[in-house]
Every structure is written in C-alpha cells, then in structure tokens.
C-alpha cells in the first residue's frame, strides 16, 4: 500500500513568488495536516483538514492557504515568499483527527527561495 | 509561551547499549505525548505514545516514561542498533494541535 506522497520532492523559487505544494493521503484517511520544519528543529503545526473543512491552523501568516479536495488530497499555498518560508513541508494523513488517531507523514517537499 | 524542549541535542552510543533520550514539557495540562523517529530525507514516524493518566508504556525495545510531577518525558531504546540512527522528537497535543519540541540526533557507533 502507498504511504503518504508528496509532490514535487524539491523547490526552488524567489521571493515574492507563490508556490502550490501536494499531498495525497493514505487511501481511507480523511484528514491531512500540513507542517512546516526547519533545519535543525521540530516540525511546526500549519494547517489540518477534515472532511474538506479546515480544523485547526498554527501561528502563521495569512500568506499561507490550504484545502481539501473531494478525494482527500490537498494543496498548500504560499503568497508572498520570504526566505524565511525555505523548509521542509511536511503533510500527514489520518483516519480522523489528531488526538485520537496516529499521524502518517510523507516524505516532505523541500521548498528553497532565494 | 509554551513548548516542548529536549535537553541534549545529540547523543552518541554505542551498537548494543540502550539509549535514553530526554524531553521536558511546560505544558501541564497536556494529555497525549507522542515520540517520533525522523531519518534523514524522511518524514517523521510515530514510534510509541502515553497519556497522561499513565506513568510507562512499552513497545517493541522501546519504553516511554512519563512523570507528571517534574514534566519529563524520556524514550529507552533497549540494544541500540544501527538502524536507530536518527532524529528524535517528542511532541504534545495542545490545544488541539501536535506541538513538537526540537529534536535529539541519536548517533550509534558500531
């Protein structure tokens, strides 16, 4: 079976421009979480979604969107880049929502602006 | 505010030892703890949880060890092997959300 994918697998862009990021869930998960991760620190909680609707966001501009598709994947966009935006951006996927269930991640999207 | 921080940020064994790797939280509300295993190009993977109305938890080779009073947490990994070479993470539910703190490299010497 497929784990959680991610695409593209690396980035590079320039301030200023906008970049669109992918996920594809485990098949039968319904919620996906976005985070993003520095070098060198802890992933840090952006966005989850469940059933399409956003449950939760993290402590981060309004430059950063995100939905859900029909089928469960997601998209997570990024206006505006800063330098500071280079990361991992890392997706996870789970039956349901993240107190009762375990967190599947992908592999990340490695997001360089220069 | 508030966070979860680790004490070391990396540990060196040897091929065979058993590893502890520390974490304390500030968080005293929190209920939910989460360790995870993070390889290099790789995303992190849920290795063992505990909530908190219990003090211990055991896996295969791996055992979680809560106490509340002075808000630690730590992961034992009986006989590390190579294959443990990793960064690990403990992280918190916290109002509704995972928090993780920053990470311990686990490096195991053969």
């Known amino acids: 079976d497929a784990g959680v994918t991610q695409s593209p697998t690396h980035l590079i862009k320039t301030r200023g421009q906008h970049v669109t990021l992918r996920c594809s869930p485990i098949?039968?998960?319904?919620?996906v979480s976005w985070y993003q991760q520095v070098l060198g620190q802890g992933p840090q909680f952006i966005f989850q979604?469940?059933?399409?609707?956003?449950?939760g966001r993290g402590n981060f501009p309004d430059r950063f969107s995100a939905r859900q598709f029909p089928n469960y994947s997601s998209e997570l966009n990024v206006n505006a880049l800063l330098l500071g935006d280079s990361a991992l951006y890392l997706c996870?996927?789970?039956?349901?929502?993240?107190?009762?269930?375990?967190?599947?991640f992908g592999p990340g999207t490695r997001l360089t602006v220069l | 505010g508030e966070s979860v921080g680790l004490h070391l940020p990396t540990l060196s064994v040897q091929e065979g030892d058993n590893s502890i790797i520390n974490c304390a939280y500030s968080n005293s509300a929190s209920d939910y703890f989460i360790w995870y295993k993070q390889e290099s190009g790789k995303g992190p993977q849920f290795i063992i949880d505990?909530?908190?109305?219990?003090d211990k938890r055991q896996g295969q080779r791996v055992t979680v060890l809560l106490n509340k009073t002075v808000k630690h947490l730590s992961l034992q990994i009986a006989a590390t092997q190579p294959g443990d070479s990793a960064v690990y993470f403990c992280?918190?539910?916290?109002?509704?959300?995972?928090?993780f703190g920053q990470g311990t490299e686990l490096s195991v010497k053969p």
């Open positions: 098949s039968g998960h319904k919620s």
């Open positions: 505990i909530r908190s109305n219990m």
């Open positions: 996870a996927s789970s039956l349901a929502g993240v107190f009762a269930n375990e967190q599947f």
């Open positions: 979604y469940y059933e399409k609707e956003e449950r």
């Open positions: 992280a918190e539910i916290q109002r509704g959300k995972l928090i």
